[in-house]
């Protein structure tokens, strides 16, 4: 601990009693790891404050004393981003105590959470109200509203309704000399320069503090109805995409896997089973909802909509859910996909994006490149088809020792993985951000107007490099970052 971190922890200690450090090894330990397991810190405390005025306090502090500091909710970060450096030179601020729904103004379709809020816990609150939260997640039940403000989160849902970025009606931050940005307002016309909410939005802590969202609802559903289908090819399931969506606007999710991802579900995750009988090479996922009690129910629409598909060929097979039980267990394979590739060994895994009338092609062709280029591995792609987001993994010579893959053999999977990315006109990140894990490989394949504007923006509101060192951008070209 330097003597900087010792005046701050207890500065903050005396204002704001103690519950709000926590410096016990044995606590700390759960948060200094990322979700994957791949990215490991260091910290002396975390900062635990209640409020607003607690964060704008602690960052106060940060900034008279220079001690960084690295903002956490639910710690679901895929890409390093929550993980605290490994040199232990900052303090973990802690969002977590920060959990009311401040209100939810059901006539108006908005509701404001603070920034610890679960996001299944506001899917219950809004739907109390006759309400939905229309974002959700596998990590639903610990992702918490700051970390998928912070991250720009997708999910299942953005085929209709878009990612955070369009979910989000107004914020409130601290910014890092301290002072409170409240922004919760939710303006439909605000011409007052630049976006400083968007600005806040996806910059995963390193322009400032999220500690409040406005967000968007929308009615409950009445009704859904969720299919599994087997066809022959993903260039076949944007077929089937594009005709569903010709049809009607009901449909919320399409999600596509390979049959080696429901293998291995089926493999590692108890209680799961195949939704259809037979060998099919790609499956979807296919949910339609309905919020009118007088609309064609969704059963009967999706039943209406795949007979033809199943006449002409274009797909294999299909059921829909016969029950609520049913339609969870299919979108628990659905959402369990990450943690059963985890069982499998290890693999270098990437969120990325392509513009959606080439994903089918790049899931196909980039997986045979990947296997000719790295003989031994083998590279797959699932992911949302309608948004063009694809995790694509490719999985290590089985029996390799994880550690050795990942320093030696993943970096060189990845260059070649984001290159293939870039060719194709597509994002390196889609909806997991950036964090440590893909700083470099930002660097390296962005042009250099797009890196210039994003240090530009990181010096302007965070000169000394306080807000989650190491994440995002570094301050320098080819530097380190504070």
């Known amino acids: 601990m330097t003597p900087a971190q010792s005046r701050m922890i207890a500065a903050v200690r005396a204002s704001l009693g103690d519950q709000a450090v926590i410096t016990d090894p044995a606590a700390i330990d759960p948060w200094l790891h990322d979700w994957r397991r791949r990215y490991h810190g260091a910290t002396p405390a975390i900062l635990a404050p209640v409020d607003t005025a607690g964060v704008a306090m602690i960052v106060s502090l940060a900034a008279e004393h220079k001690v960084a500091l690295v903002p956490q909710g639910g710690n679901t970060s895929m890409v390093g981003g929550a993980t605290p450096p490994a040199d232990g030179s900052a303090l973990i601020l802690s969002l977590r105590r920060l959990n009311r729904i401040r209100s939810i103004d059901a006539e108006n379709n908005l509701a404001i959470a603070e920034a610890g809020v679960i996001l299944s816990d506001l899917h219950d609150a809004a739907l109390a109200q006759g309400r939905r939260f229309p974002l959700t997640l596998g990590a639903r039940g610990s992702a918490t509203i700051g970390g998928l403000a912070s991250t720009n989160a997708g999910g299942t849902q953005v085929l209709r309704f878009g990612t955070m970025r369009a979910l989000i009606a107004g914020v409130e931050a601290v910014l890092p000399d301290g002072q409170v940005h409240d922004g919760l307002a939710a303006l439909k016309k605000d011409n007052r320069g630049y976006d400083l909410d968007q600005l806040l939005v996806g910059a995963e802590g390193t322009l400032g503090i999220i500690t409040a969202v406005t967000l968007r609802l929308v009615p409950a559903i009445v009704a859904r109805a969720v299919a599994w289908v087997g066809l022959a090819s993903p260039a076949d399931a944007l077929k089937l995409l594009r005709a569903l969506e010709a049809r009607t606007q009901a449909i919320e999710s399409f999600e596509l896997l390979p049959a080696e991802s429901l293998a291995a579900v ?20 296919i949910e339609a909802v309905a919020t009118d009690a007088q609309a064609e129910p969704p059963a009967t629409l999706l039943e209406r909509l795949l007979a033809p598909a199943l006449g002409t060929g274009l797909i294999a097979d299909a059921t829909i859910a016969a029950s609520e039980a049913q339609a969870e267990g299919f979108w628990r394979i ?80 990845t260059r070649f993985v984001h290159d ?10 889609a909806e997991h951000g950036i964090g440590q894990m893909k700083l470099r490989e930002l660097e390296r394949l962005s042009a250099p107007a797009r890196l210039a504007a994003l240090r530009a923006i990181k010096s302007g509101f965070d000169p000394d490099g306080l807000m989650n060192p190491g994440k995002l951008v570094a301050l320098a070209p080819g530097g380190p970052t504070p």
């Open 420 to 429: 293939l990315v870039v060719a194709a006109g597509g994002s390196i990140s």
């Open 266 to 285: 089926l493999d590692h995750i108890p209680q799961t089973r195949a939704p259809l009988t037979g060998d099919h090479p790609w499956h979807v996922l």
């Open 334 to 413: 659905r959402d369990s996909i990450s943690e059963s590739e985890r069982a499998t060994g290890p693999a270098a895994q990437h969120d990325i994006s392509v513009p959606v009338a080439l994903m089918p092609r790049f899931m196909v062709e980039a997986a045979a490149a990947c296997d000719a280029r790295f003989p031994g591995t083998h590279a797959s792609g699932f992911g949302h088809l309608g948004d063009g987001n694809v995790h694509f993994h490719v999985r290590a010579v089985p029996g390799t020792d994880p550690a050795s893959w990942y320093a030696d053999q993943a970096p060189a999977v």
